[in-house]
C-alpha cells in the first residue's frame, strides 16, 4: 500500500519504546532489550498493515457483492414479471406467483366488495333537513 499508516501502538507501548531506545539502550532485563522490544514492535506494525489490507479487499468485495445482489434482484423482477405473464393460463402457477412482491412495490390493493344497485351509503355528516344517500355504483 502506498498509504502511510498511523502508529497505532498504545502511548504506554510507545513510550517503554522510547525509553528503551534512548536511555535504556544498552541494557537487558532477561529477555527484554530494545531490540526484542523494536523486533516486536515492527511485527505488530506489519500486521497492522496486513489489517488494512485485508480491510480494503473486503470493501472492494462487499461493493462486488452488493453490485451483484442489485443485479440478481433486478433478474428476478424480470423473471417474475415473464412468469407472471406465463401464469395467465396457469391458475396453480399463477396462484404460487400471487404472494411474490417486487421489492419496493406497494402491496396489492385489496378490491372493494360491490355493492348491489339498492344498497346506498349513509355520508358521515351531520344530517340537515333530510339524511344524504348516494346510491352505489
Known amino acids: 500500500m502506498t498509504q502511510e499508516m498511523p502508529d497505532e501502538l498504545p502511548p504506554l507501548v510507545r513510550e517503554v519504546l522510547a525509553v528503551f531506545e534512548e536511555e535504556l539502550s544498552e541494557v537487558?532485563?532477561?529477555?527484554?532489550?530494545?531490540?526484542?522490544?523494536?523486533?516486536?514492535?515492527?511485527?505488530?506494525r506489519a500486521a497492522e498493515l496486513d489489517v488494512e489490507e485485508?480491510?480494503?479487499?473486503?470493501d472492494a468485495t462487499k461493493r462486488l457483492y452488493e453490485e451483484?445482489?442489485?443485479?440478481?434482484?433486478?433478474?428476478a423482477q424480470r423473471a417474475l414479471a415473464y412468469a407472471r405473464i406465463y401464469a395467465d393460463h396457469d391458475p396453480a402457477l399463477a396462484d404460487r406467483l400471487a404472494p411474490?412482491?417486487?421489492?419496493?412495490?406497494?402491496?396489492?390493493?385489496?378490491?372493494?366488495?360491490?355493492?348491489?344497485?339498492?344498497?346506498?351509503?349513509?355520508?358521515?355528516?351531520?344530517?340537515?333537513?333530510?339524511?344524504?344517500?348516494?346510491?352505489?355504483?
Open 28 to 44: 537487558r532485563f532477561g529477555d527484554l532489550d530494545a531490540a526484542r522490544l523494536q523486533e516486536v514492535a515492527a511485527r505488530v
Open 54 to 58: 485485508a480491510r480494503v479487499r473486503l
Open 68 to 75: 451483484e445482489l442489485a443485479n440478481l434482484g433486478a433478474l
Open 100 to 137: 411474490l412482491a417486487s421489492p419496493g412495490a406497494s402491496p396489492p390493493r385489496r378490491k372493494r366488495k360491490r355493492k348491489s344497485d339498492g344498497e346506498v351509503d349513509e355520508l358521515p355528516f351531520e344530517a340537515t333537513e333530510r339524511p344524504l344517500r348516494v346510491a352505489a355504483g
